[in-house]
């Protein structure tokens, strides 16, 4: 403490001292180590500290991401359900969807998404058909708003009628919403139940009758089939098992109700791929899982959403309801 207040006397010591001794020296190289190797070891554990802290809160926004993009689209996974064949795990359609009467046997479905043993493999897909997320308004059309007066089809937007029907006359024109666009998937589908056989439909699934096509360029009138994979869209008349080509076709042999309002629904839609790619973390093998968003141009906007994976479970517990679950084994660090 007096040296800290008489450093002109501490000062006029050390100049007129001749040196430090030997033993001096030996100490204070000493107390240097002593305190050199605390303050390393500090350092080393505070870093390692450091390190697996921010490895948790990695994982943790790397969970919550996954999560949230996931229980997003399956929200939004309702043009799935009945207008897609995906073979599951037991061999029965994933997306079956009884939505006019109570499923009475099979009625469970799973799809298990595994993290392939080699390297840079990839596991097999599953898709999605899912309601533009940026576009939820849809458009009840009349089948015969797409023909002219000599009932020649014309478009299902003809005269720009659907993006006229979502016109509002208080919004000015960069505000307005637009369902025919450059670039959109378009997805048409008559809200009744179609089967092949009728006879027992607790035990046969019906499909949804539906349409889709992308809108390829500016101004143009027809779509441009979209099938997301070889016969993974149902794009055929189950009745007669004959598919449909064009609007025109899809339009023409709607099934017919009677009592029942002969309408097509048309909305916007987005095509979703997930699947696990395999990599080494230390001496295992696991999984990032890729969200793919398919383009008009046939390849897939892809993104890593996770990682850690071993396998990513999808289930229904019952497909009499529109509800998809999701469970994931992922390896914490």
Do not use: H
């Not at 666009?181 to 009744?192: M, S």
């Not at 969200?291 to 890593?304: A, I, L, M, P």
């Amino acid at each position: 403490m007096n040296l800290l207040f008489q450093g002109n006397r501490m000062f006029k010591f050390i100049k007129k001292s001749n040196g430090f001794s030997l033993v001096e020296l030996l100490v204070a190289s000493g107390l240097a180590g002593v305190v050199l190797l605390s303050a390393t070891s500090f350092f080393s554990r505070y870093k390692r500290d450091n390190k697996k802290v921010t490895e948790e809160i990695l994982e943790t926004i790397n969970l919550t991401q996954f999560e949230q993009v996931l229980s997003k689209d399956l929200s939004l996974a309702k043009f799935s359900l009945g207008s897609l064949e995906l073979m599951d795990d037991n061999d029965r359609n994933f997306f079956d969807f009884y939505f006019d009467v109570t499923c009475e046997e099979n009625c469970q479905r799973e799809f298990v998404l595994k993290t392939p043993s080699g390297v840079g493999s990839f596991s097999r897909p599953i898709y999605f058909l899912i309601q533009d997320p940026f576009f939820s308004k849809e458009v009840i059309l009349n089948p015969s708003e797409a023909y002219n007066s000599s009932t020649e089809f014309q478009s299902l937007n003809f005269n720009n009628n659907l993006n006229n029907k979502l016109y509002q006359p208080s919004l000015p024109d960069e505000q307005q919403d637009i369902i025919w666009r450059k670039g959109a998937l378009i997805y048409a589908y008559a809200n009744l139940p179609v089967r092949k056989d009728s006879s027992e439909p607790g035990k046969n699934a019906p499909t949804k009758y539906n349409y889709l096509g992308w809108v390829k360029s500016k101004g143009a009138s027809k779509l441009e089939k979209e099938d997301i994979e070889p016969d993974l869209f149902i794009n055929w008349d189950v009745r007669s098992m004959n598919y449909y080509n064009s609007e025109d076709d899809f339009l023409r042999n709607i099934p017919f109700v009677y009592g029942l309002a002969n309408s097509v629904y048309v909305a916007r839609a987005r095509i979703i791929r997930y699947r696990l790619k395999a990599y080494k973390d230390n001496d295992q093998v696991l999984g990032r899982l890729y969200r793919g968003v398919k383009r008009s141009d046939g390849t897939y906007r892809e993104f890593v959403i996770g990682d850690g994976f071993k396998e990513l479970s999808f289930s229904r517990k019952d497909v009499s309801l529109p509800f998809i679950n999701v469970r994931f084994d992922v390896v914490e660090n």
